[in-house]
């Protein structure tokens, strides 16, 4: 069981889900110096919006393997710092699509309407409906910035309120754009033509304060912001200002550069909507958050792969389908290929034949480095860290593709080559799991179930599997599978399966090449 920490408040079905399997603690609000202390042999955290996993914080989980984001955004999380000690961040892209659009329209009719003002109004005794005439969305333009998913939502939804939308998203096609009936505009455009202006892209260093006094200049006195993306996204002074001065008619927030936000200067002007970051608190989308990240946890933790892991290598849901089999497979070529060629490796050359070949093969790339790697580094290795470690490493890293070998749909080739030499190693996936069906020249099927293989070359002659066989024997060491292979040349070459956690030692590897023609014995761990 792994030790899991919770650190902000998660629906009680993503906890459930994870302490079915492992040790979970749930700890909130706790100080930075706190989660140090909590870290330090966990293997899974998950968080919020409200904890900020630092460098310091990664720095002290020694044993963390998995972030998990119960949500969109990671701005959170040192993304960089994780990457680099090989530990994978997931998070739920889709948990809050719904809810965000919806409570995106929820400011936005409140701020067309004065609604929580006319509220607060009538609830202090006043009778002013005059004071709070509003306008219609019906025939007003509606700027999106940021046609993703949850800008898409909102485009279809002011659709139905008979808005016209225009857009600036440098990402999306015109086709996408039109398939939406959004039209594509330069955002100094969108600025100038918006009515309402809303948020939906990711903060980033390019767009963190990309709305500020230049840009509001340019917009219409009676425009109204909405913002339930990032707080960073927009530059809150300025934009209290604009209001302020009408320069425009008012916004509504959602989201701030620092929460808490007690006392932010947006929480002072009437013409300022504010929500405490609401646009995904809705019982939908904390239950699809917390259940979609947990598993998300528990995949990696059972040396899966993450459906939507932020910083391993980024694949379609289709294509992951495909090579989601052959990841173990790859890795277990890799493992083998860099063991049987004695850990002294200069360039890996990766084949993959077959349909998997046609997709993006970063993550059967990665696995495959995985699997020369662990054995031979210090650093922990894994998907997300696998391509910079080879660099460090000075792996030069090949690709082919080619077309499949009968009778495998798929295989993966794993060439470890070293001064002219080298090892080949080809594993495929089948219903029993991952096998190696070929080692250098020599075609064979091994069923691999973890423990050691022997890999014993040897001449093709009678009664030598047997003496090999009844030496095993009489060390207690039992062969749960054998494979073997011979060429033309009368040379062969002899697998075999060692189960349980018993491996040969150098003197007893030193007995079995100690019979005549037998030419090498080299012993190789497989993964578990």
């Known amino acids: 069981m792994a030790r899991i920490l919770v650190a902000d408040s998660l629906a009680s079905a993503g906890v459930e889900l994870l302490a079915a399997k492992h040790e979970v603690t749930v700890k909130t609000d706790l100080s930075e110096a706190e989660l140090v202390n909590e870290l330090g042999d966990v293997q899974g955290l998950l968080v919020r919006s409200q904890t900020q996993v630092t460098e310091r914080l990664i720095s002290a989980a020694t044993h963390l ?5 119960a949500g969109v955004g990671v ?13 994978i961040v997931v998070n739920a892209p889709f948990a809050n699509t719904m809810s965000t659009a919806e409570h995106t329209f929820g400011l936005m009719l409140s701020a067309a309407r004065h609604i929580p003002q006319a509220h607060g109004s009538l609830q202090s005794g006043a009778w002013d409906r005059a004071k709070y005439t509003g306008v219609e969305l019906s025939g007003r333009v509606l700027g999106i910035v940021g046609l993703g998913r949850i800008g898409a939502e909102v485009a279809r939804r002011a659709r139905a309120f008979e808005m016209r939308v225009i857009a600036y998203d440098p990402f999306i096609s015109p086709d996408r754009a039109s398939q939406l009936g959004v039209e594509l505009k330069g955002l100094e455009d969108v600025l100038a033509m918006s ?17 500020s006094t230049d840009q509001l200049k340019l917009m219409k006195s009676t425009a109204i912001i909405i913002n339930a993306a990032r707080g960073a996204l927009v530059d809150e002074q300025a ?25 932010n200067v947006l929480t002072s002007h009437d013409r300022i909507i504010v929500t405490p970051h609401l646009a995904a608190s809705t019982v939908e989308a904390q239950n699809r958050a917390a259940v979609q990240t947990a598993e998300q946890v528990l995949d990696v933790l059972d040396g899966r792969s993450a459906r939507f892991a932020v910083n391993a290598p980024l694949v379609d849901e289709e294509t992951m389908a495909v090579l989601a089999p052959y ?8 493992s083998v290929a860099m063991q049987l060629a004695g850990g002294v490796v200069e360039r890996v050359r990766i084949e993959y034949q077959g349909e998997i070949g046609n997709y993006e093969t970063s993550p059967l790339r990665a696995a495959v480095i995985v699997g020369m790697l ?8 894994t998907m997300v860290n696998a391509l910079a470690l080879a660099e460090a490493q000075g792996l030069h890293i090949e690709e082919e593709v080619g077309l499949a070998v009968e009778p495998f749909s798929n295989r993966v080739t794993v060439h470890a080559l070293h001064a002219g030499t080298g090892e080949s190693v080809s594993t495929t996936h089948t219903s029993t799991g991952s096998r190696i069906v070929g080692i250098g020249e020599y075609e064979m099927e091994v069923v ?27 060390w207690g060491i039992n062969i749960s599978a054998m494979s073997v292979s011979a060429d033309r040349q009368g040379r062969a070459l002899m697998i075999l399966a060692i189960s349980g956690a018993r491996s040969l030692s150098s003197e007893e590897i030193d007995k079995v090449s100690g019979f005549d023609d037998i030419r090498s014995v080299r012993q190789v761990e497989l993964p578990s």
């Open 65 to 69: 393997e998995v972030i998990g984001r």
């Open 75 to 87: 701005d959170n999380i040192d993304i960089e710092a994780a990457t680099q000690r090989g530990i």
């Open 195 to 211: 009515d309402f202006l809303t948020f939906h892209t990711a903060l980033t260093d390019g767009t963190r304060d990309m709305i």
């Open 239 to 263: 934009l209290f200002d604009a209001v302020a001065n009408r320069q425009i008619g008012g916004a509504a927030v959602d989201v701030y550069k620092e929460e808490p936000a007690v006392g």
């Open 327 to 334: 990841i173990d497979s790859a890795e277990l070529a890799g």
């Open 374 to 381: 662990e054995r031979i580094t210090s650093e922990k290795v």
């Open 448 to 474: 691999v179930d973890g423990g050691y293989l022997l890999a014993i070359e040897n001449v093709d002659r009678p009664g030598l599997i047997g003496h090999v066989a009844t030496l095993l024997g009489g």
